[in-house]
């Protein structure tokens, strides 16, 4: 006779921070904040992507951000500023909600 093996179920610890691709549904960004160019002279001669990466807590909210790829201090910070004010419909997975990371792209030209 054949031996079943025991199938090993995985608990899934949902405190835990998940990439945005394992979400039950793709993130949704409820309020976009675009970076206010308040002083054009700082960025001068700079051109380029700001690459955020950033935590959303179970609310929605983000809960951390930081700088993955920079361009210059200024833009980096108006960029982070620009983050912090990001809004996304609570993540889920398997339908209680979740922690998530995920990158937001801010173009200066």
């Known amino acids: 006779p054949k031996v079943k093996k025991e199938e090993k179920k995985q608990e899934i610890n949902y405190n ?9 549904k793709r993130k949704q960004i409820v309020k976009k904040v ?4 308040d002083d054009p002279a700082r960025g001068l001669g700079a051109s380029g992507k700001v690459i955020i990466k950033v935590i959303v ?5 983000v809960d951390s951000a930081q700088i993955l790829r920079g361009l210059n201090y200024y833009y980096d910070e108006i960029a ?3 983050a912090k ?11 209680k909600r979740v922690k998530f990371s995920t990158n937001l792209f801010f173009e200066f030209k």
């Open 16 to 24: 835990q921070v998940f990439l945005d691709a394992f979400l039950d």
């Open 57 to 61: 807590g179970m609310n929605g909210k």
């Open 85 to 95: 004010q990001f809004v996304f419909k609570p993540g889920t997975i398997k339908g």
């Open 80 to 82: 982070l500023k620009a």
């Open 34 to 37: 675009i970076p206010v160019i």
